[in-house]
């Protein structure tokens, strides 16, 4: 599996982005995906998962202003970011976790810079 994360750019505050991540292999309409983002020195954190139902989950920062969703025919996911922050800036990461049975995979895609400015 290869995930390829793009979309990202500079946005003034209050505007909107969508990040899209095109996903290569097998496995991904049953497989979770989720969105990361990595600030200027600080620790990956989780922006937000989609399971395989299309259950969504996000972290309380973005709750109301980040939507995920998938499309499993075309092997995409995707984050609309919509009144974005200056703290919304990071690099953003797309995520697929699928499970086999005995074990997880973990696949990460390379990243899209997101810079929330004016």
């Not at 109301?64 to 703290?87: C, H, S, W």
Request: net charge positive; glycine share 12%; proline share 3%.
């Amino acid at each position: 599996v290869q995930l390829q994360a793009s979309g990202g750019g500079l946005v003034q505050p209050g505007g909107s982005l969508r990040l899209s991540c095109a996903a290569s292999g097998s496995d991904f309409s049953n497989s979770g995906l989720g969105w990361y983002r990595q600030a200027p020195g600080t620790e990956r954190e989780l922006v937000g998962t989609i399971t395989s139902g299309s259950n969504t989950n996000y972290v309380d920062s973005v709750k109301g202003r980040f939507t995920i969703a998938r499309d499993n025919a075309k092997k995409m996911v995707y984050l609309q970011m919509n009144n974005l922050k200056p703290e919304d800036t990071a690099v953003y990461y797309c995520n697929l976790a699928h499970w086999d049975g005995t074990r997880w995979s973990i696949y990460w895609g390379q990243g899209t810079l997101v810079t929330v400015s004016s």
